[in-house]
């Protein structure tokens, strides 16, 4: 990582510190990825989002990815090394737009975006499904006569819904697990961002740590220790350990 990126990503992460996840999001994007602004990422579909922070991770710590589950009939820690490509699905693979003909009904649907699941964040499950509808469903016809997506059979959401997810299979990754030791298999949603802010989290940490205790050895400023390079931060540090380890007795 460069010393120019450290600083913009510092940044980045104190900004989003204090916001929710939905946020979060779009303040790591806006800033690892400037060719877009914050309002064109709050316009592309959930997926694409996804696929970009799995980017973004695979940049930043490379594109191993380890984790723990635990299974839910035992107990039992699960240890998960895979690969960021195994959970990538190509963007090819994804559309905008879907069409939905059932019931009797003929329906134009586009993919949610973080837009929309900022605007149906605060209110109840229900609510929030029913919105995210209104929102997405940009054309209803019930035999030619156009009518509103509040007024659609639940059944018909149901299959809106699944066809939304088979529209943007990025927005929603499954891990299938099996425990070794009592057989359960149950499949985990992959949540990137959390798994990307915690590493993040835990970089920023180090970094601070890092400028803490050069500028008290040296007196230099912030900046400029975050002008350096990892490496040249990393020889500093090293000199104040050898420094400041004890002798070897005799």
Not at 136 to 150: I, M
Not at 173 to 197: Q, R, S
Not at 202 to 210: P, T
Request: overall charge negative; charged content about 25%.
């Amino acid at each position: 990582m460069s010393a120019e990126h450290a600083g913009t990503l510092l940044a980045a992460w104190e900004a989003a510190a204090a916001q929710p996840p939905l946020q979060r999001a779009l303040t790591l994007l806006a800033a690892a990825r400037p060719e877009r602004s914050h309002d064109d990422w709050l316009h592309v579909s959930i997926g694409e989002r996804d696929r970009q922070l799995l980017a973004l991770r695979a940049a930043l710590f490379g594109p191993r990815i380890d984790a723990l589950a635990d299974c839910p009939r035992c107990g039992e820690q699960l240890e998960l090394d895979f690969d960021a490509g195994q959970i990538t699905v190509p963007a090819s693979a994804a559309r905008s737009e879907v069409t939905v003909e059932a019931h009797g009904y003929r329906l134009r649907c586009r993919t949610p975006d973080s837009a929309d699941l900022l605007a149906a964040a605060a209110l109840p499950d229900d609510a929030a499904r029913a919105l995210l509808l209104e929102r997405c469903v940009t054309q209803a016809l019930k035999e030619g006569t156009a009518v509103a997506p509040s007024a659609l059979p639940a059944a018909l959401r149901t299959e809106v819904e699944r066809a939304l997810a088979g529209a943007d299979p990025q927005a929603e990754i499954g891990i299938a697990l099996a425990c070794p030791a009592c057989a359960h298999e149950w499949t985990i949603e992959f949540d990137v961002l959390a798994y990307l802010w915690s590493e993040l989290d835990e970089w920023a940490g180090r970094l601070l740590r890092d400028v803490h205790e050069l500028a008290s050895a040296y007196g230099w400023s912030e900046r400029d220790i975050l002008g350096m390079s990892a490496a040249r931060r990393g020889w500093y540090l090293d000199m104040l350990a050898a420094t400041h380890a004890p002798a070897a007795p005799f």
